[in-house]
């Protein structure tokens, strides 16, 4: 099917760009829990796989709401506010959904998938004492997922952002539109969207459009029309095919000998997120050793740790990335 957008002056003028963590985390939900893996997502999907099964989170609130396919409710995906919300901003978000629209979009969800889950019915019978349930569950897979990777999914976000930014200011929409995905298209003055399974018209969504790119949305763009809310497009962002390829480990003489060599080579091997107990088999240095430096590494702001079941893994953080990125 193919759906038209129609856009006015005023709908051009509030057409704008967010980054998401929920539009995130519903699309590498549903890959994780898939049959099959695309290639492009495999070492990612390798390393968490087992994290969420050992939690559990293959078979609670995510594995209920998030179908292997068709319709997600749209309540997990409130309307960012701004230009890069964080989670605690759209979990709230989450939390604070009309019970009336929660049990719509089960209705929805049950209709599609055949009927709802333990965990939905009884979000539908409580929506209000249940959301919590639902969004510590996420927080969760958050932890375990994305916020160990999230400095090097952000930054691919962030530069898709820029360069499309950019296509508008010396271009204009047209161009940004028909470059976006191959199923979207500009025409006079509508947005056309190939293979979307409802119509989509201004009288059915609201003011404006949202543009949000995602690394785990694919391999074409997803829409949520709730209004009054602007209608989102999320849309698989450049860069994603290169997001978990090894990079080069520049040379750290320099580095080191600010950081000190046990730091500086713990940040390299911080490349994948890992435990203390990888770390000290990887490096040969002691588990205290290794404890010891994660701790002076994450005061200065360039690790941060996310809580995995009975571990702790540590990841670089974006201010590290940048600081290894200079590095000749």
């Known amino acids: 099917m193919l759906a038209e957008l129609s856009f006015s002056v005023s709908d051009l003028a509030q057409m704008r760009f967010a980054v998401s963590p929920m539009w995130e985390v519903g699309p590498s939900f549903r890959l994780l829990c898939s049959g099959s893996t695309p290639l492009v997502h495999r070492t990612w999907a390798a390393q968490v796989r087992p994290r969420l099964t050992a939690a559990g989170l293959d ?68 929506p209000r ?86 690394a785990f949305t694919g391999p074409v763009p997803f829409t949520r029309v709730t209004p009054p809310e602007p209608p989102q497009l999320a849309y698989p962002a450049r860069g994603t095919g290169s997001l978990w390829e090894p990079r080069p480990v520049p040379r750290t003489e320099a580095l080191a000998a600010v950081l000190g060599r046990s730091r500086t080579l713990l940040l390299t091997e911080l490349g994948t997120p890992a435990s203390t107990t990888e770390l000290a088999r990887r490096t040969g240095l002691s588990a205290a050793g290794v404890s010891q430096c994660l701790t002076a590494l994450r005061d200065a702001g360039l690790v941060s740790a996310h809580r995995a079941g009975r571990s702790v893994l540590y990841a670089r953080t974006g201010v590290a990335e940048s600081l290894l990125a200079a590095l000749p």
Request: charged fraction near 25%.
């Open 59 to 126: 078979r609670g609130w995510l594995a209920e709401l998030i179908p292997p396919s068709g319709y997600v409710p749209d309540f997990l995906n409130p309307a960012p506010t701004g230009p890069a919300p964080d989670l605690a901003e759209e979990l709230a978000g989450i939390r604070a959904s009309p019970a009336d629209r929660v049990r719509r979009e089960l209705d929805r969800l049950g209709q599609e998938q055949g009927g709802l889950g333990p965990r939905a019915r009884t979000l539908y019978a409580e």
């Open 129 to 214: 004492a249940r959301l919590g349930r639902v969004t510590e569950e996420i927080e969760t897979y958050w932890e375990l997922a994305l916020a160990p990777y999230w400095a090097r999914i952000r930054a691919v976000l962030d530069a898709d952002v820029f360069h499309r930014s950019r296509q508008v200011a010396e271009h204009g929409a047209g161009r940004l539109f028909n470059a976006l995905h191959p199923s979207v298209s500009w025409d006079d003055n509508a947005l056309r969207l190939d293979r979307r399974h409802r119509p989509l018209s201004r009288t059915t969504a609201g003011a404006g459009l949202l543009l949000i790119p995602s």
